[in-house]
């Protein structure tokens, strides 16, 4: 029985890897193909990075000149392209037109903020999605099922940003006399105190993007875990459960709920790439010192490198994401290996 079970587990290992170097061999053609996206999409914008940093200043066309020669602007777009290819293959994603310092060096300071926020409202919703789903696809049709369901897509179809506002006019700005509950802007205050006084000031800094990203977002793990307890519920081993007398709670909690998780994992992994890239739009409206907002300001200028680097690190973080999203799937899930 042991020579038959190595043999059968053998060929079950050389699968996953040949799986495995097939997804990481469609991953790498497309950062191919993002890193060639990149550099040509941004060309497109409008507006002249030159004279959007020459505002204010006094300069002559010959300045202007040496200043685009300086930037490397002069030079024809396929010497660009070559240049950014052969930087990027380096590891070097060049030095920012506005910043005047390496991009790799801007990224590394806003990355922890975006981490922090997007992570933690990227477990919130996560957690709420999934305990709400669970709770409504049990019982679907429910009270609980039509109320949950109902605020969850209503809130998903709000504009990110105007809840952002509403919740800035409502809870931070304040109405009337009544004060503001939470901070208008950015990661901590001015005069923050250290130690464990300065984490509840951050935390409190948090509180209202953190709860955008949430409403935002949480009814896409609510809908899938829902659509798949559904599917779970109508399966003979859950008639069998009750059959044999489990309570209800028991049988969601130990049999539907794991089995059903399945479908999530892939959406969970998705997320998490764009948990890199934060949340543009959050971040500019609460001026949260992350990458969301460092791609905003680069979009202003426009600033070439730092929207390429930003926006690489996004895309090649989502793309390893759902291919290792894809090789846990592969190993969870039976019926994927016996494709």
Known sequence: MTVVAEIDAAPAGHGLLRYAAAKAGGALLSIAMVVVATFFLFRMLP????????????????????ERARLGLDKSIPEQFLHFVGQTLRFDLGTSYEYKRPVLDLIGERIGPTLLLTGTALVMAVSLGIWQGARAGWKPGSRFDRFSTAVSLV???????????????????????????????????VDAPDGFGYVLDVAHHMVLPCLTLVAVVYAQYLLVMRSSVLDEVEQDYITTARAKGLKDDDIRRRHAV???LLPTVTLVFMRIGFVVGGAVTVEAIFSWPGLGQLF??????????????TFLLITVSVILMNTLADVIYHVLDPRVRSV
């Open 47 to 66: 507006g002249d990075p030159v004279r959007a940093l020459a505002q204010g200043r006094n300069m002559t066309p010959a300045q202007l000149d040496l």
């Open 155 to 189: 809130l998903w179809s709000v504009p990110t940003f105007w809840l952002g506002l509403l919740l800035l006019m409502v809870f931070a700005a304040g109405i009337g006399p009544i004060p503001g509950l939470f901070p208008t802007r950015g990661i901590s205050s």
């Open 258 to 260: 794991p089995n059903a």
């Open 296 to 309: 905003y300001q680069a979009i202003r200028v426009p600033d070439f490198t730092l929207m390429q680097g």
